[in-house]
């Protein structure tokens, strides 16, 4: 909670940061989704943050509608790579 208040206490005034402070109460686990996702729009993590939190295939956001497609969590091996190597197997869904 103190690493998010620290990070987070940049966009705020002093008088107005005391209602905008997170507490262990307030901090639930989807704030701390929003919160990651607010703090680290554009380096990438947002696919893996959703994955993790298990909201990648069942949540919605934007335009997208949740599929339940559960197989798009992981990616497609390449098929140069699967045509190479005998021992590896293309993962499910793809």
């Known amino acids: 909670v103190a690493l998010i208040n620290e990070s987070k206490s940049r966009y ?3 008088e107005d940061w005391p209602s905008e402070m997170y507490t262990t109460s307030s901090l639930t686990m989807d704030e701390l989704l929003a919160e990651r996702g607010r703090e680290f729009i554009f380096e990438g993590k ?9 909201k990648f295939t069942t949540g919605a956001w934007w335009d997208k509608t949740p599929d339940g497609d559960d197989h798009l969590t992981i990616y497609p091996i390449p098929y140069r790579q699967v045509q190479t190597n005998p021992n590896l197997e293309q993962n499910p869904g793809y």
């Open 46 to 54: 947002r696919r893996t943050d959703l994955i993790r939190f298990g």
């Open 12 to 14: 705020f005034s002093e």
